[in-house]
């Protein structure tokens, strides 16, 4: 492969300029154009380069689905910097870490959104050294997609730094995940081809673009030139309008989004004939909302993947359903797995092992390259940290997790972080977190506490105490178990197993 982001945005431009995107919002409503899009992101992506911007810099772009993301990224490649998308949720604590660790030079974000004031946020974050404009939304954002001669795009090579995209995992600070145009594009690329059979597809996106979910949703919409309608705040009734309004053919989410959307829909009488693809990530579906999907010829099915290899696996259409329910799809084209015991050696086929993935989507590696060598295999091999196994016919079944995390309603959560916050509450003598079953996000943190004598906690103090502490309230518990004493074996690790398994 030897396109770039930037050739593939503007090779879609030249050849379906007019394909429409719709912003519902009642912040910043908007409905536009690809080929208008692309155009005010290389005249900001020129004047990025005027004002100093090289190759190779890191522009934060810390905006909800809105027009002027897809704006700001379209810039980074147009002056060959690295895209740094950043979840609209974080406070001071991640965003930081983000920044000071990235050296990001530019910094996008809205002025104020949704009660945040962004200018006094990045002013919590401390020293950042490396920041040299933080611009929220307004006039200075309007003058640098403002009308000029565009230049040409600064050169960078298929397999240079193009995008760098923070997860949480099992440590407690987010990690920064390399991506290069090439393993978007081939990501974007093994996309289409599974796609190809839906007529008119239009999409709408719930995820968010600090995530690597949301990404793609918006880099599909700027390299395929597929009809997109954005949601900046999740509102089922909303969305089942624009389903409706929209002819909405395709869309993904959790359970949540989807069990939301169907009864909005029935509850308003609201046609969701035209939706006939749905996806979503590694969640169980419930039968009753797998029943009424089925009822009006809606296909339900799953896909496996992470920021660091993104599509490993998906369902499709033509599944049955059995395995478009109960697995998470094939491999698809170009993308490998093997399953290893502890050592890296392979188990025998049908046997649980540790999920390793190869292909052209996988990441680059960590940017604190520290962590690369208990990512990695010999040979490239990714370690995903999940457990499972093919079936006979190929599908991949998840059987558990290794790495510590809860995934709420698609949000990765560290189960690490949650505990270090809640070990500084005078009542909390040992604290374990794990993810507790929840019928609407799929997985909620549950806080399993043992308390210093005479001490007394409830889970309004814990929630209490987690505002004050700044970080994001989606990490909060929401569920908090008192206990005598932790489980432990032998060697005094704590058994996490036995307290997911807890009511």
């Given amino acids: 492969m030897t396109r770039t982001l930037i050739d593939a945005f503007v090779a879609a431009a030249a050849s379906h300029p007019d394909v429409p995107l719709t912003v519902a919002s009642d912040t910043r409503p908007c409905s536009t154009s690809l080929g208008e899009i692309i155009a005010a992101g290389r005249r900001m992506g020129t004047r990025m380069t005027q004002a100093g911007i090289g190759a190779g810099d890191v522009i934060g772009v810390m905006l909800p689905n809105w027009r002027e993301w897809l704006v700001a990224a379209v810039a980074t490649q147009q002056a060959g910097a690295v895209l740094l998308p950043i979840v609209t949720i974080y406070k001071a604590s991640e965003l930081g870490f983000i920044l000071r660790q990235s050296r990001a030079k530019w910094l996008f974000t809205p002025d104020v959104w949704r009660g945040t004031d962004f200018r006094a946020l990045v002013a919590e974050c401390g020293d950042l050294p490396d920041l040299r404009h933080h611009i929220p939304l307004g006039p200075a954002f309007e003058a640098l997609e403002a009308e000029e001669e565009i230049a040409p795009p600064i050169l960078r090579a298929p397999d240079d730094l193009a995008l760098l995209v923070y997860t949480s995992g099992t440590t407690a600070d987010p990690k920064g995940v390399m991506h290069s145009s090439a393993t978007m594009l081939a990501e974007l690329d093994s996309n289409l081809e599974m796609r190809r059979e839906i007529e008119n597809d239009a999409v709408i996106s719930p995820w968010p673009p600090g995530h690597v979910a949301g990404v793609l949703s918006m880099f599909r919409f700027l390299v395929a030139g597929v009809p997109l309608v954005l949601m900046d705040a999740w509102d089922p009734a909303l969305a089942a309008e624009l389903v409706e309004r929209h002819a909405i053919t395709s869309s993904s989410g959790t359970p949540f989004h989807l069990a939301g959307m169907m009864e909005a829909a029935d509850r308003d009488d609201r ?149 270090n916050v809640l070990l500084g509450h005078p009542s909390v003598a040992e604290v374990a977190v794990v993810a507790a079953p929840d019928q609407r996000m799929g997985e909620v943190v549950r806080a399993c506490v043992v308390l210093r004598a005479g001490m007394a906690l409830t889970l309004e103090d814990v929630r209490d105490f987690f505002w004050l502490s700044g970080i994001a309230k989606q990490k909060t518990p929401e569920r908090l178990i008192v206990l005598d004493a932790l489980p432990r074996n032998a060697s005094g690790k704590v058994l996490k197993h036995v307290l997911r398994a807890s009511d």
């Fill in 271 to 419: 046609d969701l004939s035209s939706l006939r693809h749905y996806l979503v990530g590694a969640a169980p579906v419930p039968t009753s909302l797998v029943e009424r999907c089925k009822a009006q010829n809606l296909a339900v099915y799953h896909c496996y993947g992470s920021s660091e290899h993104p599509t490993v696996t998906s369902g499709t259409a033509d599944d049955p359903v059995d395995k478009q329910l109960n697995t998470e799809g094939r491999a698809i084209p170009g993308s490998e797995m093997r399953f290893v015991d502890d050592d890296g050696n392979d188990v025998p086929p049908g046997a649980d092992g540790e999920i390793v993935t190869r292909g052209p989507e996988l990441f680059l590696g960590y940017l604190d390259a520290t962590l690369n060598a208990d990512a990695f295999l010999p040979d490239g091999w990714y370690r995903t940290g999940d457990i499972g196994r093919l079936d006979e016919d190929g599908y991949l079944l998840i059987t558990d997790r290794k790495k510590d995390i809860i995934i709420r309603g698609g949000e990765n959560i560290s189960s690490k972080e949650v505990e």
